[in-house]
């Protein structure tokens, strides 16, 4: 059968496993995480279809609201006879251990595919390593490991098969991105194979004798007493030493169905080796391929050992694998155990090498390599084989970058190590996040597999931003099955798809000599190239003889209807060059058909402009012919170009690893790192200049109302109030219109004030927020990267140097004071034009263009910025506020600013909770150590009075809460105690406690930042906790309606009639109502608030929020990209304005303070609803997706959601109307 019921496919590693797992369960439990999440998208997306599993069956998928969740769910599914398996990661699979123990104890079957990814410590990483994976090896699960995307999918059938006939549970792992997301093509067996490799006897056996029955009453999950516990644990070794028997068994079998035999223990190489590394993982196929090379076989006799059934450890065949040549043996461990004596792969061979006597025969050394998602190259190759080989060997080392802090690490080749596979073409693309690079290339690989004997690859490597990052594809094809698990080192192909980029990374490093170099930009001849090309760019395309073109896709994309999707025309010039597809006519016409394949559910409209945009493509490419002499002696101007004012972290740290060269990077340069603190306001050096367009300010239609500022997701348009003395440097600023309304002049001066709006360009994503919110129509979008722009710019950084003059229309001090002698139990909210004066100390994110999250944030550190203690849970806020090595949070001229951590998804509602009350403990401490302090004497030689002292601790003790004051006189009393020399402070341990707890003096302003997806579902209860204990924090949801970080996976907040991952057919249940739930405890502060419907409210909520004196949360409303709005990101604003019109999302405030009153606390903020909600769900793909898969039950759950919407605003109403008490 091996050559029948398999198909080639194009695929990657998680949809491999995910058609797999599928074909062999009756149920799978889902939960999102990267970069699994994909493989319960598939599974959904099977069972949304109708597809049967091998037993005849559509398999039921079910997503719970937490991976704890899930293995619960799994655990009772198993009891109940179903054969199950989920598809997990990282953190999610540790939170799944509890019950991984209970199904192992159990001798149940299961299967867990796991993408493995590094476990956060010091920081989160979504990329691979085995850490996860390894903190599950005590549950008794079998570990069974698989190194290629081919690999992954064979396995995942012998994983299920054999966990039927062992009854042990099977944790199957693959490497996370590398596998899960690398494009391969394959072959994938069909269900007659799998179907043959299940052992139906073993599952009737099983469903018999360990389920759970009526018939056949028993206990499971006792306690059990210390005479049975070790017994019964002792009692299961022959059941895994049957596992042992039972896996190679399948491993056979699976052979003689498809042809492609695997061990438990696979070895390579020289027969009579002396040299062998044994590992796990796609490091493999590195290895494999170095030893492989001829040049190595005829001078070198090196061998690997690649581990595939990691527990139970086999000593018997891991031993035979060993040649009985060996002298050396390296084991290489792909996760740390900080203070173990050596990492898990390590320890368990040597364990085997003593047990079979060998261990006295050879050498055994251990090494680390990989961790984070580090590449794995032939270099690292040679530096290990080369190890062994020296005269003094290191037995415990780290491998692939210069530890010369520990000196642990070995010594890496001087020059890269490039192994050369004939036939096998690459290509690199150096592509702008969101401009739809990264799926026109798997486009592209599927039509080379599809249409060409080729075999391809494809892998992509992702920066942190959300979009508008960098995004490298790296594409391989040729004659035979693509082995290279690594990224490219010599490219045939390289094109960089963003102009800006040419400036920012040495990309031309990685071209192969006389390759094709591919520059997209506006320049038409040699020497507009010429100006726009740094010196060492130029230097090397004449070292390397690079034919060179350049094509303004960014031109034909705007002509055909799609301004920032160049994909298409990049594809187009890709074919074309490559000659990949034979003839050009063959190649457009399968790239039209992918194009309508992948755009159709999006209108023919799309479709057509997309394939314009292929029609107009080859006519305007433009081949550059260089002058070589003169570009080979251009002046040397080293790429990157940063601003040359940035801070020493941003030097020597962040600006290398932006420029993708954080490889070199040595332990001892990111030392100031350890313990993952990095200091903040660093995004501001970044100066990515990646928009094409940026909004240009017409001051004469200007009403000066600050929506534009107020609305931008990167703070990257602001007002200035500016003197004239100040404007005149600048001639684009000397006929700036006065300040309107007020004030005019700067108080105590003469001076005229002006009033100015400016953009930082080089910061500007494009989004057009600003535009399409300015009700003057004073904004439009013009193209950048002009000599208008370029001033612009430098007028941006001029004038976020001049003093803030934000206190001229709100001064805190004064409006605190006031409200203080009115009495009023809640002090004036500033006006939106006011607070957008304030610097914001969270700028130039990450996050997407058009984003509707980190507007709320910025308006927030506008707010309170200067004393604010953040907790944010995992998601998008974590991303494109907490993403390293650049920092959006900032910092006021006096060094104060937002103190941020990022939390597990699970809990960032008890750290928050946490760090507010210990911060309340603390300052209360401060208090009585403040009140004792005023009893000691302070020696007057230290020039400090005791009365000046006195006073301001008097100050300070009767303004404690106040946020302004408390800081006035916080700031006398440091002052005063830093006059005091140190040994002298020293003497007295009162002022001592004070100054350590200096930090304390300002009252803080608590916040816990996240998603939907950790309010509903994973932290929900964490979060009802924290909302019924009272203490003073703020709690922010920024409701995207889906787990927009993960890819826009349904959550309880996606309402009925939405389609997002997970509800492939639409969502058929209603929206939970987060907001109603929160009012009903009767004792938070509760608002419902959209920036874009009505700033002003928005504003009030969360300035009475962070005056309410217990715990406030308040719930906005953020638009996604994953909503797919018709109108673009851009109008995200507006699309919150007719969510309020159409009752979608209504308004409103609940604040408990006003019912001591004897008010009514509840006030909804919004008119009853104007439209009907379908003219809403009309403008979005998520819901008009759904009518064209099925019209029938798209109006019938739009139907549901409009009397979802009836039902909540009646209640709405019924609180507003309720009578004063």
């Given at each position: ?507 031309l490093q990685h071209a192969k000599e006389g390759g094709v170099f591919v520059l997209n930009g506006p320049w038409k001849s040699t ?417 400090v009075s005791d009365a000046e002292m006195k006073k301001a601790m008097d100050g300070w003790i009767n303004s404690y809460d106040s ?69 003073d924090l703020n709690i922010l949801v920024m409701d995207t309606e889906v787990y927009s970080n993960t890819g826009g996976q349904k ?171």
């Open positions: 059968m091996s050559s029948e019921n398999q198909s080639f496919v194009v695929t990657d590693g998680n949809a491999a496993v995910a058609t797999i797992g599928y074909s062999m369960s009756d149920m799978c439990f889902i939960y999102p995480i990267t970069p699994a999440s994909t493989m319960g998208e598939k599974a959904d997306d099977l069972s949304a279809a109708g597809k049967k599993n091998i037993f005849g069956d559509v398999v039921r998928i079910t997503q719970m609201q937490s991976e704890g969740g899930v293995s619960g769910a799994l655990h009772g599914a198993i009891l109940s006879g179903a054969l199950c398996s989920t598809f997990t990661c990282s953190q999610g699979l540790l939170l799944m251990i509890p019950e991984m123990y209970k199904i192992a104890g159990e001798l149940q079957p299961a299967v867990f595919h796991v993408a493995s990814r590094s476990v956060g410590g010091q920081a989160m990483v979504i990329y691979c390593d085995h850490g996860d994976v390894m903190a599950t090896r005590q549950t008794g699960w079998s570990i069974l490991c698989s190194h290629s995307v081919q690999q992954a999918a064979d396995m995942a059938a012998i994983a299920h098969a054999a966990t039927v006939r062992a009854q042990i549970p099977i944790l199957h792992f693959f490497d996370g991105f590398r596998v899960s997301h690398e494009l391969q093509k394959i072959l994938l067996p069909g269900t007659e194979i799998l179907s043959e490799m299940m052992d139906r006897d073993s599952i009737r056996k099983w469903r018999e004798t360990k389920t759970m029955k009526n018939s056949d009453p028993t206990m499971r999950g006792l306690v059990d007493n210390t005479d049975e516990y070790f017994p019964l644990l002792e009692g299961t070794n022959g059941l895994y030493t049957n596992l042992i028997k039972i896996m190679q068994e399948m491993m056979d079998k699976y052979a003689k169905l498809t042809g492609r035999q695997y061990h438990l223990f696979d070895y390579y190489g020289a027969p009579d080796a002396e040299y062998v590394i044994v590992a796990m993982g796609t490091s493999c196929k590195t290895f494999e391929e170095y030893v492989n090379q001829s040049e190595i076989k005829e001078k070198k006799k090196y061998g690997l050992i690649a581990v595939h059934l990691f527990h139970p450890f086999s000593v018997e065949h891991f031993v035979e694998c060993i040649p009985k040549t060996c002298k050396h043996i390296t084991i290489l461990d792909r996760t740390k155990e900080p203070g173990a004596a050596g990492e898990p792969l390590y320890l368990e061979c040597l364990a085997a090498l003593q047990e079979s006597g060998k261990l006295g025969q050879l050498k055994v050394s251990g090494g680390r390599y990989g961790l984070g998602g580090r590449d794995i190259t032939p270099s690292i190759a040679w530096a290990v084989y080369n190890n062994m080989e020296s005269a003094s060997p290191k037995y415990k080392y780290t491998v692939g970058f210069e530890d010369d802090v520990t000196h642990l690490s070995i010594p890496m080749p001087k020059e890269k190590v490039v192994v050369t596979l004939p036939g096998v073409k690459q290509a690199l693309f150096y592509g702008f996040g969101a401009d739809g690079t990264v799926g026109a290339i798997k486009d592209a690989i599927k039509i080379i597999g599809d249409h060409t004997p080729l075999y391809s690859q494809a892998y992509f490597v992702y920066d942190a931003k959300k979009s508008g990052g960098v995004t490298i594809s790296h594409i391989r094809f040729g004659p035979d099955p693509i082995s290279s698990q690594y990224e490219i080192l010599d490219a045939d192909y390289l094109a960089c798809h963003h102009p800006s980029y040419i400036r920012k990374y040495d990309m020497a507009e190239v010429g100006e726009a090309l740094p010196g060492q760019a130029k230097q090397l395309i004449v070292k390397k003889k690079l034919q060179m073109y350049t094509i303004d896709a960014e031109k034909i994309a705007r002509e055909a209807g799609l301004a920032g999707r160049i994909n298409i025309v990049m594809q187009t010039v890709f074919f074309y060059l490559s000659q990949v597809v034979t003839p050009m006519e063959k190649a457009i016409e399968y790239q039209k058909g992918a194009i309508k394949k992948t755009y159709e559910k999006k209108g023919m409209e799309i479709v057509e402009k997309n394939w314009k945009c292929v029609d107009s493509t080859i006519a305007n490419l433009v081949k550059i012919d260089y002058p070589v002499d003169e570009w080979s002696k251009s002046e040397f101007e080293e790429i990157p170009v940063f601003p040359a004012k940035r801070t020493e972290f941003f030097k020597k740290i962040a600006g290398p690893i932006l420029a993708l060269r954080g490889a070199e990077l040595k332990v001892s340069d990111v030392m100031p790192l350890l313990g993952g603190s990095l200091p903040t306001g660093t995004a501001q050096f970044e100066k990515r200049n990646v928009s094409a367009t940026v909004p240009i300010w017409d001051e004469t239609k200007c009403v000066q109302c600050n929506i534009c500022s107020y609305s931008c997701p990167h703070s990257c348009i602001r007002p200035f109030l500016i003197t004239e003395k100040e404007a005149s440097v600048s001639p684009s600023m000397k006929t700036l219109k006065p300040s309107n309304p007020a004030p005019q002049t700067l108080p105590g001066t003469e001076e005229n004030l002006r009033f100015a709006i400016s953009i930082s360009t080089a910061d500007c994503l494009g989004c057009g927020v600003c535009a399409s919110v300015c009700p003057a129509q004073c904004l439009a979008m013009k193209p950048n990267h002009t000599e208008e722009t370029d001033q612009m710019q430098k007028d941006f950084e001029y004038l976020v140097d001049l003093p803030e003059r934000s206190n001229l229309l709100y001064d805190d001090e004064i409006v605190e004071e006031k409200a203080k002698t009115d009495k009023l139990s809640i002090v004036p909210a500033p006006t939106v034009k006011a607070v957008q004066f304030k610097r914001p100390l969270f700028e130039f994110s990450a996050a997407c263009a058009g984003c509707a999250e980190s507007p709320v944030v910025r308006v927030i550190t506008q707010l309170y910025g200067e004393r604010m203690m953040i907790s944010n849970a995992c998601g998008c806020s974590m991303v494109w506020g907490g993403y390293s090595p650049s920092c959006a949070y900032s910092h006021s001229k006096e060094g104060l600013g937002p103190v941020y951590t990022g939390s597990l998804f699970e809990d960032a509602a008890e750290l928050g909770y946490g760090i507010a009350t210990a911060g309340q403990m603390m300052r209360e401490q401060l208090l009585e150590f403040v009140k004792k302090a005023q009893a000691c004497h302070i020696p007057e030689s230290t020039g946020p302004v004051k408390s800081k006035k006189f916080g700031q006398e009393i440091h002052s005063l105690l830093a006059r005091i020399p140190a040994e002298e402070r020293a003497k007295c341990d009162i002022l001592t406690e004070i100054w350590t707890r200096r930090d304390y003096f300002q009252k803080k302003s608590y916040w816990t930042f996240g998603g939907d997806g950790w309010a509903y579902d994973i932290d929900f209860g964490g979060l009802d906790q924290v909302l019924h204990m009272g203490a959550s309880k907040s996606t309402p009925r009639s939405a389609v997002a991952r997970f509800a492939a057919a639409g969502k058929d249940t209603s929206k939970k109502n987060l907001g109603l739930y929160a009012i009903n405890l009767g004792c938070c502060y509760v608002a419902q608030v959209a920036q874009g419907a009505n700033p002003q409210q928005m504003l009030k909520a969360i300035h009475e929020a962070e005056q309410f004196p217990g715990t406030s949360i308040v719930i906005a409303l953020c638009p996604c990209i994953n909503w797919g709005l018709k109108n673009g990101q851009g109008n995200s604003m507006k699309e919150q304005k007719l969510a309020v019109e159409c009752g979608y999302w209504p308004l409103y405030r609940y604040n408990p303070l006003l019912a001591k009153e004897g008010k009514n606390p509840f006030s909804l903020d919004s008119a009853p609803p104007k439209k009907p909600v379908t003219e809403l769900l009309k403008q979005e793909t998520r819901f008009a997706s759904l009518l064209q898969q099925s019209k029938e039950r798209g109006e019938a759950l739009q139907s549901g959601l409009q009397a979802d919407i009836d039902a909540t605003f009646a209640k709405l109403q019924a609180l507003a109307a309720q009578p004063a008490k």
